[in-house]
């Protein structure tokens, strides 16, 4: 399994990055992908999801309206466009993806747990100044 993330960058309050996560050896229709992200001193979180059987996304209360998560089957690749970025967003974005398409979604649980998937990518940094 290979996931290798890119559009990462510097930008300020208010503006916009997408990001980009590259897939590689495993059923890429079959599986949960999410996006994290960590800050300095804190611990990781879970931004956004996509069961990729059904196409069904479920994001982070803190990004949801400004956030959005789409796969390109075509490409392998998914994408998470970031809008109105706000100094809060500032982090190491990170891509992960699990076999069970559960790690994104399950009746009852409306987090995005990190411990639930097995394969990571190596981050991309985002920051957004004031």
């Known amino acids: 399994v290979q996931l290798v993330e890119s559009g990462g960058g510097s930008v300020q309050a208010g503006g916009s990055l997408r990001l980009s996560c590259a897939a590689s050896?495993?059923?890429?229709?079959?599986?949960?992908i999410g996006w994290f992200r960590q800050a300095p001193g804190q611990e990781r979180e879970g931004v956004a999801c996509?069961?990729?059987?059904?196409?069904?996304?479920h994001y982070l209360d803190a990004v949801r309206g400004r956030f959005t998560m789409s796969s390109d089957n075509a490409r392998n690749t998914v994408y998470l466009q970031m809008d109105n970025l706000k100094p809060e967003d500032t982090a190491l974005y990170y891509c992960a993806a699990d076999r069970s398409v559960f790690a994104c979604i399950q009746p009852g649980r409306t987090t995005i747990k990190p411990h639930l998937y097995d394969n990571w990518g190596q981050g991309t940094q985002v920051t957004v100044s004031s």
């Open positions: 050896g495993f059923p890429y229709g079959d599986w949960a």
């Open positions: 996509i069961n990729n059987r059904n196409g069904r996304t």
